[in-house]
């Protein structure tokens, strides 16, 4: 079981928005603006789409954006296109023990 | 563009090391922390542990008893070893530059494929 919580999918049409929740507690996700989200192509190496709760990185599109409520960071995905689909993790900065960090389990987004 | 490349062994017999090793190009691995994070099939990410040039290494709790990581700067490589393996340590090994003030992995291999099997 994952230290974060993710829906295990979620799906929308091409133009739509979707947002993935990412739920923590108090020791990561609720105290500390260190929240990134990254993207996976099966095969591929995973990608890095937000950083620090809603920063993203150079070139990348803004259709992606961040954000954050209390113990819980969302990914939002504006304007769906086909290429989206794909796997979707968030992480966070812990202070429990000597753990860095954690992870959430995954979103599959399906693009329909 | 910074690249990272795992290679090692696909098969592991349990009880053995498993022994991995990532090489880093488009950049110095002279700065940074370097991390290797897995997944085991059908579950999420897990964070092994992360290493700096001068060798100063972070391990996940959970793991920290088997675990080693180690740098070769002059080659531009880390590489990871995990002893005394089971069944539960198979999992796809990612390795990934960590940018430890904004915990952030802003580069990463594309994985391997580790199976512990006799």
């Known amino acids: 079981q994952s230290a974060l919580t993710q829906p295990a999918s979620v799906s929308g049409s091409p133009g739509q928005s979707i947002t993935i929740s990412c739920t923590g507690t108090s020791s990561d996700v609720g105290d500390y603006n260190y929240v990134s989200w990254y993207q996976h192509h099966p095969g591929k190496a995973p990608k890095l789409m937000i950083y620090?709760?809603?920063n993203r990185p150079s070139g990348l599109s803004n259709r992606f954006s961040g954000s954050k409520s209390g113990n819980t960071a969302s990914l939002t995905i504006s304007g769906l296109q086909a290429e989206d689909e794909a796997d979707y993790y968030c992480s966070s900065y812990t202070r429990s023990s000597s753990l860095n960090v954690v992870f959430g389990g995954g979103t599959k987004l399906i693009v329909l | 563009q910074v690249q990272l490349q795992e290679s090692g062994p696909g098969l592991v017999k349990p009880s053995e090391t498993l022994s991995l090793t990532c090489t880093v190009s488009?950049?110095?691995?002279?700065?940074?922390?370097w991390s290797w994070i897995r997944q085991p099939p059908g579950r999420g990410l897990e964070w092994i542990g992360n290493?700096?040039?001068?060798?100063?290494?972070n391990y996940n709790p959970s793991l920290k008893s088997r675990v080693t990581i180690s740098v070769d700067t002059s080659k531009n490589q880390f590489s990871l070893r995990l002893s005394s393996v089971t069944a539960a340590d198979t999992a796809v090994y990612y390795c990934?530059?960590?940018?430890?003030?904004?915990?952030?992995?802003?580069?990463w291999g594309q994985g391997t494929l580790v199976t512990v099997s006799s």
């Open positions: 290493i700096y040039y001068s060798g100063s290494t």
């Open positions: 990934a530059r960590e940018d430890i003030v904004a915990t952030k992995f802003d580069y």
């Open positions: 620090e709760v809603s």
């Open positions: 488009g950049g110095s691995i002279s700065t940074y922390y």
